[in-house]
């Protein structure tokens, strides 16, 4: 099956930084998704981004489809876009089968 | 709109015990997953359906079952209960399809077994 790895698995930041997340994978895909679960482990949807860029405030993610990978900007981070991000695919089959890669934590300090 | 809601929220079980974990949405959602969480590992696919009376194995199907009898409802089963399912359980929907298959998860249920 298709994989999916992202990096770095642990990112500290000071408030105010900038940072960047990666999703690699290994196969076509005509669907990838980033996700932000916070403290408390809710789960939101940030980006459906399989292929472009796209910008929502002070994230923005671009995907290249064609070297199977994703990123993932945040500007001027905030205490607030702490937690766990994720980046999940599906196979340009269209199965339906959503996979996860295991997440960057972000930890940004005051 | 609830969106996504998981019954129960917690759950302790002795080993070899049985239960059922619901999911229910009200967006009329052709497509719902059941993931695991655990520490480090991300979320895996245990099951999911594309529609309503279908299923199919995820990356983790083992010790588990589903059944999709309602079109609102998504039920995951662990008929006898192991200490390696301990985890939290996620489910989620989407419209499915190309183009719309952007999920909405639930609030999760955490899960012991003892």
């Known amino acids: 099956g298709i994989q999916v790895e992202q990096s770095p698995p642990d990112l500290i930041l000071q408030e105010g930084a900038n940072s960047t997340l990666r999703c690699n994978f290994s196969?076509?895909?005509?669907?990838l998704q980033w996700f932000h679960q916070n403290p408390w482990g809710q789960l939101i949807n940030l980006f459906y981004i399989p292929s472009g860029t796209k910008q929502n405030g002070r994230l923005s993610a671009t995907t290249v489809a064609t070297e199977r990978y994703s990123l993932l900007y945040i500007s001027s981070s905030q205490t607030t876009d702490s937690g766990v991000y994720f980046c999940?695919?599906?196979?340009?089959?269209?199965?339906?089968?959503?996979?996860f890669g295991q997440g960057t934590t972000l930890q940004v300090k005051p | 709109n609830a969106g996504v809601t998981q019954t129960p929220k917690f759950r302790v079980l002795k080993t070899g015990q049985s239960m059922t974990l619901l999911c229910a949405q009200d967006?009329?959602?052709?497509?719902m997953y059941w993931y695991r969480q655990d520490p480090g590992m991300g979320l895996r696919l245990i099951h999911y359906s594309v529609g309503e009376g279908t299923t199919a194995k995820g990356e983790v199907p083992d010790g588990y079952n589903v059944s999709r009898l309602k079109k609102q409802n998504f039920l995951l089963g662990l008929e006898s209960a192991a200490p390696s399912q301990t985890s939290v359980y996620f489910c989620?929907?989407?419209?499915?399809?190309?183009?719309?298959?952007?999920?909405?998860f639930g609030a999760g249920s955490r899960l012991t077994v003892l």
């Open positions: 967006m009329n959602h052709e497509y």
């Open positions: 999940a695919v599906e196979h340009s089959s269209n199965t339906g089968k959503l996979i």
């Open positions: 989620a929907s989407s419209s499915g399809g190309a183009g719309a298959n952007v999920l909405t």
């Open positions: 196969d076509s895909v005509n669907n």
